[in-house]
């Protein structure tokens, strides 16, 4: 067995046990243990980490541990300076993109309202979203800790909050989203783009009253749904409001 002692920093606390919360204890492991099973092995997962030091250098993931090695390890740093760092993860990615947990279908829906591009299907399982997320290059958004440990996966972000609204608050500070917002944008639907279309191109489909009061449309490019300046739009508008403007995240 190996002996070391180990620190987590930050909200990567959520993960653990109470008594092992913001302090430094002391871990027996197997020897030829990487840093990155041993950090998993309390269920925090890889791609909440972005810092791992062992005795005061930085290391990777691979890093086998060894006795008497003090380890500190060191959550996704959004926005907040932190000096000469040696990031562990890939650079960001450039666009935001998100494939969302089956689960979280209300988050996908709202984020989609708010103009974010988000793969989700009721219907995938942990190895398709795992496949989605490296092959289109989307972080995944989850409650699930153990997708986010499978190895392929480098993007993700383990939701803390419970209801929907508050994930969209959390989603979009933590990853410093709030300036790319663009409601009325996307299909809640399918996820496709929407564009503006004349009402005589979309008048014969339309309701009786929505014809008589409604004259600005817009129509997903992907499946056809038509959307109007009425209840999608305030619905959207109440979502905005609700959010505000980003929480301080220094207050922590
Ligand atoms: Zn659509």
């Avoid at 070391?4 to 990567?12: A, C, K, P, Q, S």
């Avoid at 300076?81 to 562990?88: A, K, T």
């Avoid at 089956?102 to 984020?111: C, H, I, S």
Wanted: charged letters at 25%; one cysteine or more; a positive charge.
């Amino acid at each position: 067995m190996a002996e070391v002692t180990l620190r987590f920093y930050e909200e990567l606390n959520d993960f653990l046990a109470p008594a092992l919360r913001k302090t430094a204890f002391v871990h027996a492991c197997n020897r030829r243990a990487s840093v990155k099973d041993m950090i998993e092995s309390f269920g925090v997962p890889h791609t909440e980490v972005d810092l791992i030091l062992a005795n005061g250098e930085s290391v990777d993931f691979s890093y086998i541990v060894k006795s008497g090695d003090r380890i500190s390890v060191y959550p996704v740093f959004e926005g907040l300076d932190i000096g000469p760092v040696i990031r562990l993860r890939p650079a960001p990615l450039r666009t935001p993109r998100f494939v969302v947990d089956v689960n979280l279908g209300r988050l996908a829906r709202y984020l989609r309202l708010l103009g974010f591009d988000c793969h989700y299907d009721n219907r995938y399982s942990d190895a398709e979203v795992a496949r989605i997320s490296v092959g289109e290059s989307r972080t995944v958004l989850t409650r699930d800790r153990a997708l986010l440990q499978q190895r392929i996966i480098t993007h993700g972000y383990f939701v803390r909050a419970d209801q929907p609204v508050e994930q969209v608050r959390e989603v979009l500070a933590r990853m410093d989203l709030y300036r790319l917002i663009k409601p009325f944008t996307r299909c809640t639907r399918c996820n496709g783009v929407l564009e503006k279309v004349d009402k005589q191109a979309v008048s014969a489909g339309l309701q009786p009253k929505t014809r008589k009061y409604y004259d600005e449309f817009q129509r997903c490019t992907r499946c056809g749904q038509v959307y109007w300046k009425g209840s999608h739009f305030a619905r959207a508008g109440h979502l905005v409001a609700a959010i505000g403007s980003p929480p301080d995240l220094t207050a922590r």
